[in-house]
């Protein structure tokens, strides 16, 4: 097969991915979180004793309940007064994103009504990163910068901000992730273009950085 034929094939392979999702998009579901729960966890000191990274993991699925805190850690509405959230932003744009990549598709979080909503169905886990694992992680989080909410900056700050606003978010689900017995990495190896293809990103919506989680390889947490 010439590269010429290759390529042809190449193209009806995407399309057809794509169309596929699209019509499976509309049998995934919303999933509602549950409340945090503040009374779980190790204390800080001890969480941070404890962070650090994991490159194994097992593929058990996290149940609701945990997907739940890890979320609301990350970022979730710790002020609801003012919507402030766990994770500081500039200015408190709140331009970071978090989608949530699992076997049955990829969902957006909303911090607000606390849930996740369906974007894409089907596993594209494998989207994620360029490492193998990603693919067998119960979750993996992408981090987007919507830079249409800092419209108002100068063009060499805003992915300098969505940079640092990424780690703040990155480094909550660290610490919750070592205060869990959860295995984490925070990874920077992913095609972007592609990833943003496949999740249908605007071109104002730039991929920072991506973040797996799940089970130590070695069992599930106690």
């Known amino acids: 097969m010439n590269a010429r034929l290759l390529a042809v094939f190449g193209l009806i392979c995407a399309f057809a991915l794509t169309s596929f999702s699209s019509l499976v998009a509309q049998d995934l579901k919303p999933i509602n979180l ?7 966890g190790k204390l800080l000191m001890q969480a941070l004793k404890d962070r650090h990274t994991d490159r194994e993991f097992s593929p ?12 609301w850690a990350a970022a979730g509405i710790n002020r609801p007064d003012t919507g402030k959230r766990t994770s500081p932003t500039a200015q408190n744009k709140q331009e970071i994103d978090i989608y949530v990549s ?11 009504e606390n849930i996740l909503k369906p974007m894409v169905a089907g596993d594209l886990r494998g989207y994620t990163g360029l490492q193998t694992f990603v693919r067998e992680a119960p979750v993996n989080l992408v981090y987007v910068a919507d830079l ?22 990155s480094e909550n689900v660290y610490l919750f992730c070592a205060s869990e017995g959860l295995a984490t990495v925070v990874r920077a190896n992913v095609d972007r273009p592609k990833l943003a293809e496949v999740m249908k990103l605007r071109p104002d919506q730039k991929i920072t950085f991506a973040q797996t989680i799940g089970y130590p390889k070695s069992g599930k947490a106690k």
């Open 34 to 40: 549950s409340p945090p729960d503040l009374g779980k």
């Open 60 to 71: 058990d699925q996290l149940p609701v309940e945990v997907l739940s805190n890890l979320l």
């Open 102 to 112: 699992t076997a049955d598709g990829i969902y957006l979080y909303d911090p607000k």
């Open 148 to 169: 249409a909410k800092m419209s108002d900056r100068p063009e060499v700050e805003k992915m300098m901000w969505a940079g640092a606003d990424t780690g703040f978010i």
